[in-house]
């Protein structure tokens, strides 16, 4: 029996591109190494969503963000040493 088309995934929504991006971005080798990102807002990204990601991502512990001058964020991160 044939699917029908509502089985069909759903492609992301802009919050999720958004997310799975800047996910890329902090997950890369060189970001991991300094435990630090720079992330950009593209200019098809709506700036609610944008200001969204930024607030959840500084929910976390141990995250700080840094507000450049030319519109980037600076994401620093430490990672707790267990006991």
Do not use: C, H
């Amino acid at each position: 029996m044939a699917k029908s088309s509502s089985a069909a995934p759903t492609p992301p929504d802009a919050y999720e591109r958004l997310a799975i991006r800047v996910q890329k971005i902090i997950n890369s080798t060189n970001a991991q190494k300094a435990k630090a990102a720079l992330i950009f807002r593209l200019p098809e990204e709506p700036e609610d969503e944008w200001q969204r990601l930024l607030e959840e991502i500084a929910e976390n512990d141990n995250v700080t963000l840094a507000y450049r001058d030319d519109d980037g964020v600076q994401i620093f991160w430490v990672v707790p040493k267990e006991d």
